[in-house]
């Protein structure tokens, strides 16, 4: 389908799928016009819910977000979910992407789901994930959900960018210090403890509840709240859509929420402008980049000499 | 201790610890000279194989890195210990540090451990890991174990700039699609399966050979190698160190070892590209970055547009 630029402005004022899902992947591709889109449909953001969900491989985020996305649908809701993973080159994202759909397993058409995948080994999918957030916010989603594959560093990047974030546990994983190593506990809004009817769900909740005490404590700070979930049955999911309603009222009345928007905001920029200045000084200096690698291999230029000349204003 | 540029030049040619200790120091806190230094030293480098251990937490990485590094110790090779962590700013760094040195119980004083955190929420993890590599390179280590905790995209990025990378996974936790998800496949040398005397070994030493056999053959490639181990009691150890030797033969004697040098080198200088980029338009622009971010926040400029101007020469 070939959209003019209008008709995609226009398409995503109605909020039309097609629209969505055509400039969701334009914008992947970098084709330039998609930016001056995204321009134009700017002021129309700002109102969507951005709710993150990481977690360990393994915790059922995937069944969660099903779960939460048809809490909210319940609620009168527009939902959408995108799926973000750091795909492998290696097995060209096929095996992954199927997977993605099969877990997500709602047939409800009114929660739209995309799933986003490194296409380069470069990064790029936090662009591209802000992108896609920016257009559905655009297309008038109330919620969208971010669900991301791992904890690692990069999930942690996109995670941030969410106005709410869950942290999805399981109890009998690893042990509770585990979730200081991957540096999640400063970002949780909520925990989530899926799979609660096992052993040791109690245990991790008491260990939690002791990591949160040792946080500075604000009269204006928010407090994690602790929920548990059973996400096969849907069990406590009421629950966790009922915190993130609260958790999106204080980031949008207290003046530390407002802090932390602001925060969130500054995060996208820095991101983005990271990946611009790579982008830029990679397409314009490729030839350079070769020949100065070839150079620290002999050892004839060292790495911040290489790096000192490909900053350099090009003649 | 201050030493003058020229004692830590020397220092580091004599492989002298306290310098070494103190060089690292400097460039973790982008002390301007410690670059110069650097620089001085690199000539010295390319001699030590640097071997990054990656894998889920609590897949013992701390224990077989230890009993790894005795093993050379042992074979008479110079041994150094990078532990990395993505470490959380809320914990300060203090739990997790007390932890790593709990888990490293090597007593050995010939083999240097050295913790390295992010200090703030910028990264400049890998370029302070690359810096560090380089260190202990000049300074005559013959093996730079570098462990990493998680296996996310951070945890890749450092694990990449290794000359050949261990992926450690344990029996029973998730099934091995989650390895594919992680996106760890392509870039494992050795998988090594710890903990191997529990249930599922065999299943998961299956797993992983099915997976393996998806990948594309090549006359020249190297064919990662399945190892087994039990770190607790040492057990598999010299085997590890056996395949770490191979690979190390491989990518310093074929065409595609070569290549898969070249491209490490490559990854490292953009890695420096991104960081440095970064940190001087943040350092010379702190005050615009802020008036965009509130601007964004009222709508009145979109992020890309930030982003230009924050790009844009200054006047």
Chains 1, 2 share one sequence.
Request: net charge neutral; proline share 3%; with cysteine.
């Amino acid at each position: 389908m070939n959209f003019s630029d209008q008709e995609l402005i226009d398409g995503i004022a109605r909020g039309d799928l097609r629209v969505v899902a055509r400039l969701i992947t334009l914008a992947e591709n970098g084709v330039p016009r998609a930016r001056a889109v995204q321009r134009a449909i700017f002021p129309r953001t700002g109102k969507a819910h951005v709710v993150g969900v990481t977690g360990a491989p393994g915790a059922g985020k995937s069944t969660l977000v099903d779960q939460l996305a048809r809490t909210w649908r319940a609620r009168g809701k527009k939902v959408a979910i995108l799926a973000v993973d750091p795909t492998s080159p290696f097995s060209g994202g096929a095996i992954l992407g199927d997977r993605i759909r099969m877990n997500h397993t709602s047939e409800d058409p009114s929660i739209y789901i995309r799933s986003m995948a490194t296409r380069g080994s470069l990064g790029g999918l936090s662009k591209a994930t802000l992108d896609a957030i920016q257009i559905l916010d655009a297309a008038g989603f109330d919620l969208i959900l971010v669900e991301t594959v791992g904890v690692g560093q990069a999930e942690v990047d996109i995670v941030r960018t969410a106005d709410t974030c869950l942290v999805v546990l399981v109890p009998g994983m690893g042990d509770s210090v585990q979730i200081i190593k991957a540096g999640i506990l400063e970002i949780a809004d909520l925990f989530v403890i899926n799979k609660a009817d096992r052993e040791g769900a109690d245990l991790l909740h008491r260990d939690l509840r002791i990591l949160l005490s040792l946080a500075e404590a604000g009269t204006d700070r928010w407090e994690p709240l602790i929920t548990r979930t059973i996400a096969t049955t849907g069990e406590g999911a009421g629950e966790v859509v009922d915190g993130v309603q609260s958790h999106s009222e204080w980031i949008r009345n207290s003046a530390r929420g407002k802090e932390k928007r602001l925060g969130i905001l500054e995060h996208n920029i820095i991101q983005l402008l990271t990946e611009v200045t790579l982008e830029r000084t990679l397409s314009s200096k490729r030839d350079l980049l070769k020949k100065l690698v070839a150079d620290c291999y002999e050892r004839k230029v060292d790495p911040y000499s290489a790096v000192e000349q490909l900053l350099a204003p090009s003649i």
